[in-house]
């Protein structure tokens, strides 16, 4: 019994460590190909739209992740 409550205790421990590291989905700008008109999304948007720039760090679109 104290053997199933370790290795209980030990896949917890190993499903929550991986969610303690995980980073939200980088945002991109999206612009639209019949208008041109911008959108800021974290996933495609559909037919009509191509990636216009990114990643970005927020909602806005305004902060861009550097890459190290």
């Known amino acids: 019994m104290i053997s199933t409550r370790i290795a ?3 896949a917890a421990l190993v499903l929550f460590s991986h969610m303690a ?7 991109y700008q999206w612009r639209s190909t019949l208008n041109g008109a911008l959108a800021c999304s ?5 037919e009509g739209w191509v990636k216009a ?4 760090r927020d909602a806005h679109c305004e902060k861009r ?4």
Not at 42 to 46: C, F, N, R, V
């Open 8 to 10: 209980a205790s030990l």
């Open 21 to 27: 590291v995980a980073a939200p989905a980088p945002y």
């Open 42 to 46: 974290q996933t495609p948007l559909g």
């Open 53 to 56: 720039s990114g990643p970005y």
């Open 65 to 68: 992740i550097v890459a190290k």
